[in-house]
């Protein structure tokens, strides 16, 4: 069990290394604080949120951890009370993924809104978003009815605390919205007046979806064939929830790292001379929200006519 947390710590480190990133980024640059960065101070919540909530439940122990004879000596109060706390952990853990696919989302709608065909399938995935998370959650709570059947130990309360329902629910979810997302990126990696070498750096940056996808379906497998291992699921939901929050926010710090970059190529060398430009504070000269995608967004509209 300790190499459950130890795991679990690291992914949520990373995770929490990830988002926090993206905000230093947006107060830095000056930038709006849009809907997207309100998703990420979210974010940043719920993972920490998180990591409290997975270090006591796997201290104290679970209903399932007693019921495959992996906790032998326990407190039953104790393992009432990290069995609930799963249950919060579960649904922490769908609004974190639903989070991030949110987070990308926006970021999509604003350089893509402009191609009607896109539009409408960024509508449609809003409301899949919406409708597979209220689903995820009342699959959460409902799949054991009592719903305390949860943490009760004996009699034995059958296989609905194992929650295959709830993670087949999330895990297809997951995979579904993923793909309808690399759908709605292709006019990016398709466009225009592009070297080689500019295109495989798009392509790589916004089909990391990918990686979710088979993160989501090795997760799934993993769990069933540990008979639903409360380890295997922490762990593996740790590792989903790190490498979601690196693709959802990978473009935007892509393209600020890229603009701080060329600003610094179109600074001469060796200029510390009092001017207009440094007269003026850095983060006032910084680009603003539009900045980060403005040459994609530029190339989309010239492909999509």
Known sequence: MSDAVAAN?????????????????????????????????????????????????????????????????????????????????????????????????????????????????????????????????????????????????????????????????????????DIMLLVISFPIVTLQKRTLFQHLRLYCVFTLGTFCIVVTIVRVVLIFSTSSSQATRSVWASVQIAVSTFVSNAPNIYGALRIVRRQKSSTPRGHHGSSAATDIPRRQRLPNSTDVTRCLLVNVRVASK
């Open 9 to 177: 710590f690291s992914c949520a480190t990373i995770s929490l290394l990830i988002v926090i990133l993206r905000a230093a980024t947006t107060i830095w640059q000056g930038k709006e604080r849009d809907t997207s960065f309100v998703l990420v101070v979210l974010s940043i919540v719920f993972i920490i949120a998180r990591i409290v909530i997975n270090h006591y439940y796997l201290t104290f122990g679970t209903t399932n951890l007693v019921l495959d004879g992996n906790l032998t000596i326990y407190d039953p109060g104790l393992v009432r009370t990290g069995s609930i706390l799963v249950l919060i952990a579960r649904i922490v853990l769908a609004a974190i993924l639903w989070l991030q696919m949110s987070i990308l989302l926006l970021f999509y709608r604003r350089i893509l809104s402009g191609i009607t065909a896109i539009a409408y399938l960024i509508r449609a995935t809003w409301i899949l978003l919406a409708a597979t998370f209220v689903g995820t959650i009342i699959a959460t709570l409902l799949e054991c009815r009592p719903i305390d059947l949860y943490w009760q130990i004996d009699p034995h309360p059958g296989q609905c605390v194992r929650a295959y329902g709830q993670l087949l629910l999330q895990g297809l979810s997951n995979i579904v919205i």
